[in-house]
């Protein structure tokens, strides 16, 4: 029992612990900027996308599909911005939408999008990226709320880098919800202290509640094959107390039939 309790405890201290964890990174005030990656495959992207949105203050980025993801480009800023991880893109968006009061836009050169430059925002906003070389697919593209684009001023080139086109749409909406500047301090800006990683680096962990929900489904497991082992050592108690009763009323009876045969004996 002891035991059992010292395991919900530190259970329970690792829940807490990760539930700050997740909502710590982000610092940003006004309303909260959002990126999904889904179908973004080069290994230096998806580190350079997440350096970007730690710098203009991305409350969380989205991973879709695999739990694991190249930090290559991240210089280790991946520490300071929460992740968290859907298993489709339809989950993703639903939850951006109903959960986080999202609009979702995508970024893409197509009939109808806007000019970031003229900032379309109306309020919480997730960013959804297609792949580097075919850009968004038909069925991304019907999950989204609308599109802005990046106008290009050249002619040597049909398309931005998928990082470097997140970046400057990135920057655009911090400029917009009015994100504070961070301090400077020489030539650089002035870095957080890294916190503590609750995950190894490169792996999205399941989300909190789904963590809660699996540990409280462990103990209550634990807890009914406690009942369940307390109740069949009753059980076999039980036997025992009566065959024990039985192996003393044989006893009884043997010794008043001996004692009988001893009277009869003596008669």
Same mark, same amino acid.
């Given at each position: =029992?002891?035991?059992?309790?010292?395991?919900?405890?530190?259970?329970?201290?690792?829940?807490?612990?990760? %539930?700050?964890?997740?909502?710590?990174? %982000?610092?940003?005030?006004?309303?909260?900027?959002? /990126?999904?990656? @889904?179908? &973004?495959?080069?290994?230096?992207? /998806?580190?350079?996308?997440?350096?970007?949105?730690?710098?203009? *203050?991305?409350?969380?980025?989205?991973?879709? #599909?695999?739990?694991?993801?190249?930090?290559?480009?991240? @210089? #280790? %800023?991946?520490?300071?911005?929460?992740?968290?991880?859907?298993?489709?893109?339809?989950?993703?968006?639903?939850?951006?939408?109903?959960?986080? #009061?999202?609009? $979702?836009?995508?970024?893409? /050169?197509?009939? *109808?999008?806007?000019?970031?430059?003229?900032?379309?925002?109306?309020?919480?906003?997730?960013?959804?990226?297609?792949?580097?070389?075919?850009?968004?697919?038909?069925?991304?593209?019907?999950?989204?709320?609308?599109?802005?684009?990046?106008?290009?001023?050249?002619?040597?080139?049909?398309?931005?880098?998928?990082?470097?086109?997140?970046?400057? &749409?990135? @920057?655009?909406?911090?400029?917009?919800?009015?994100?504070?500047?961070?301090?400077?301090?020489?030539?650089?800006?002035?870095?957080?202290?890294?916190?503590?990683?609750? =995950?190894?680096?490169?792996?999205?962990?399941?989300?909190?509640?789904? &963590?809660?929900?699996?540990?409280?489904?462990?103990?209550?497991?634990?807890?009914?094959?406690?009942?369940?082992?307390?109740? *069949?050592?009753?059980?076999?108690?039980?036997?025992?107390? !009566?065959?024990?009763?039985? !192996?003393?009323?044989?006893?009884?009876?043997?010794?008043?039939? #001996?004692?009988?045969? $001893? !009277?009869?004996?003596?008669?």
């Amino acid at each position: =029992m002891e035991a059992s309790t010292a395991t919900n405890q530190q259970e329970r201290a690792a829940d807490e612990a990760g %539930s700050s964890a997740a909502e710590a990174p %982000s610092t940003s005030t006004g309303p909260a900027s959002y /990126i999904i990656t @889904h179908s &973004v495959s080069k290994r230096h992207n /998806i580190g350079t996308i997440v350096r970007s949105a730690t710098a203009f *203050g991305v409350k969380e980025v989205c991973l879709v #599909g695999s739990r694991q993801f190249n930090t290559f480009g991240s @210089h #280790g %800023s991946d520490a300071h911005v929460a992740f968290r991880h859907f298993d489709t893109l339809a989950k993703c968006v639903q939850h951006l939408k109903e959960v986080e #009061g999202c609009r $979702v836009l995508g970024i893409e /050169i197509c009939e *109808g999008a806007l000019p970031v430059q003229e900032h379309p925002f109306t309020g919480p906003t997730a960013f959804l990226l297609g792949n580097e070389g075919q850009g968004m697919t038909e069925r991304q593209m019907a999950l989204c709320d609308g599109f802005v684009y990046i106008p290009q001023h050249g002619a040597g080139t049909a398309s931005l880098n998928v990082a470097v086109a997140a970046s400057i &749409v990135l @920057h655009h909406f911090a400029i917009w919800a009015g994100y504070s500047e961070r301090q400077r301090e020489g030539y650089k800006f002035v870095v957080a202290e890294k916190p503590q990683r609750t =995950m190894a680096r490169g792996v999205v962990r399941e989300s909190d509640d789904v &963590v809660r929900a699996q540990r409280q489904q462990r103990r209550q497991q634990a807890a009914e094959e406690g009942e369940e082992a307390a109740a *069949g050592g009753g059980w076999a108690a039980g036997l025992f107390d !009566e065959e024990g009763e039985g !192996e003393g009323a044989t006893e009884e009876e043997g010794a008043e039939e #001996g004692q009988g045969a $001893v !009277e009869g004996e003596e008669a």
